[in-house]
């Protein structure tokens, strides 16, 4: 009787009484279309766990809005634990606000009013321009979809309530200016008035800083 080593017999295999040699299969690699398509199915499904899981938290509010501490870290936790951007976090987040106050107010300035309850937790998230930028979009696609609420209404809350710069609001606005759209046309002109006192704002500010830094230079040279 012949015994084989185990090594060797780890690559043959007896064929019509013979010893030969074992030839693995070798998968043929998917093409990169298919790989991409399977890619952002994993994507999708991950947005949507975290879509889901940002609404459960956000949720905990209605029970006790002077628990947005607790529930801006769980989120937080929430951005870290899914490597999330914070101008995703802000989509995520700010996207469900306008949905669960949208659900209940239909009168816009019930809807407005609604909003600004979460506007300690939105703080800790809108962090910069980036994320501002984030925000203005986000309520913008919102009010596209409803049309019953009024963007410019919810980007001068945004502004009352300092989640976003006059900058910001100034910037959407030029870059709407020549736009067709039924949307845009609309809330440019409901928004004009607004955007020319903003702009006189932002002239004074820049007057008035000019104008500490002359008075900063004169101290200087009477040292």
Wanted: charged share 40%; aromatic share 10%; hydrophobic share 35%.
């Amino acid at each position: 009787q012949v015994q084989l080593e185990s090594a060797r017999l780890s690559h043959k295999y007896v064929s019509g009484g013979e010893l030969v040699d074992w030839q693995p299969e070798v998968e043929k690699p998917q093409d990169d279309e298919s790989y991409c398509l399977e890619s952002d199915e994993e994507n999708d499904e991950d947005d949507n766990d975290f879509d889901a899981e940002v609404e459960e938290t956000v949720a905990k509010l209605e029970e006790n809005f002077d628990a947005y501490e607790r529930v801006s870290m769980e989120l937080l936790n929430l951005k870290l634990a899914e490597n999330k951007t914070f101008s995703e976090c802000v989509e995520a987040i700010f996207g469900d606000i306008l949905r669960r106050v949208g659900a209940k107010e239909k009168e816009p300035l019930k809807f407005v009013a609604g909003l600004t309850k979460y506007v300690k937790l939105l703080n800790k998230f809108v962090i910069g321009f980036n994320e501002m930028r984030k925000a203005i979009e986000v309520a913008e696609n919102y009010c596209k979809s409803n049309k019953g609420i009024g963007f410019y209404l919810v980007a001068q809350l945004m502004y009352k309530l300092e989640l976003v710069k006059a900058e910001v609001i100034i910037e959407w606005f030029e870059a709407k200016k020549t736009s067709e759209e039924e949307f845009d046309v609309k809330n440019v002109k409901a928004m004009e008035k607004f955007v020319d006192w903003l702009q006189q704002v932002e002239e004074e500010d820049d007057e008035e800083d000019e104008d500490d830094d002359e008075e900063e230079d004169e101290d200087e040279e009477d040292d």
